[in-house]
T-cell receptor
Framework: EDQVTQSPEALRLQEGESSSLNCSYT??????LFWYRQDPGKGPEFLFT???AGEEKEKERLKATLTKKESFLHITAPKPEDSATYLC????????????FGQGTTLQVKP | ETGVTQSPTHLIKTRGQQVTLRCSSQ?????VSWYQQALGQGPQFIFQ???????GRGNFPPRFSGLQFPNYSSELNVNALELDDSALYLC????????????FGPGTRLTVL
């Protein structure tokens, strides 16, 4: 069964304290792995798509990496405005258009 | 601002009632997906519509149904509401089923009493 597990569930950082969020996945055939940011009361906001092991993408203080079993979202020198829930999702090679999401990691960055 | 809008923002219904949620896709987007997000959980795929046809469906019973219209607006209908249907319902639109250009709306918060 296709599955996505994120850890930790919650993470508290001081401003400037770098860290990583983990996304472990099991999927029959990976078409793409997606990272989203979700603020309270809002819909998920697209961050990155990764397609193959070894691929990396960066955006401001965020960097996403992908291996055959997991993905990491590295946050360098975070700021309070980076506080949000970060969601990881995978798409398999089927024609359903389905994304399978993890439960998310809630990040709080304190000034 | 993604250009995807949903209505209503909040809704309260009682068990057994029926509800219709609406989504207006970003201009030119011919694909819409619906997700259910329970509190503290990640979104769960309900179904996807592509050019007004259902393209795929998740593990949701038939009382969850949808429609997509030629103007790229869409509806999610839920019959015989149950308490567990209380959740945030999200729609997401994209062009030609390309999920890396998929934009989510703000969601409709449904509470079933």
């Amino acid at each position: 069964e296709d599955q996505v597990t994120q850890s930790p569930e919650a993470l508290r950082l001081q401003e400037g304290e770098s860290s990583s969020l983990n996304c472990s996945y099991t999927v029959s055939g990976l078409r793409g792995l997606f990272w989203y940011r979700q603020d309270p009361g809002k819909g998920p906001e697209f961050l990155f798509t990764l397609y193959s092991a070894g691929e990396e993408k960066e955006k401001e203080r965020l960097k996403a990496t992908l291996t055959k079993k997991e993905s990491f979202l590295h946050i360098t020198a975070p700021k309070p405005e980076d506080s949000a829930t970060y969601l990881c999702a995978v798409q398999a090679y089927d024609n359903t258009g389905k994304l399978i999401f993890g439960q998310g990691t809630t990040l709080q960055v304190k000034p | 601002e993604t250009g995807v809008t949903q209505s209503p923002t909040h809704l309260i219904k009682t068990r057994g009632q029926q509800v219709t949620l609406r989504c207006s896709s970003q201009s030119g987007h011919n694909t819409v997906s619906w997700y259910q997000q329970a509190l503290g959980q990640g979104p769960q795929f309900i179904f996807q519509y592509y050019r007004e046809e259902e393209n795929g469906r998740g593990n949701f019973p038939p009382r969850f149904s949808g429609l997509q219209f030629p103007n790229y607006s869409s509806e999610l209908n839920v019959n015989a509401l149950e308490l567990d249907d209380s959740a945030l319902y999200l729609c997401a639109s994209s062009y030609d089923r390309a999920l890396d250009t998929q934009y989510f709306g703000p969601g409709t918060r449904l509470t079933v009493l």
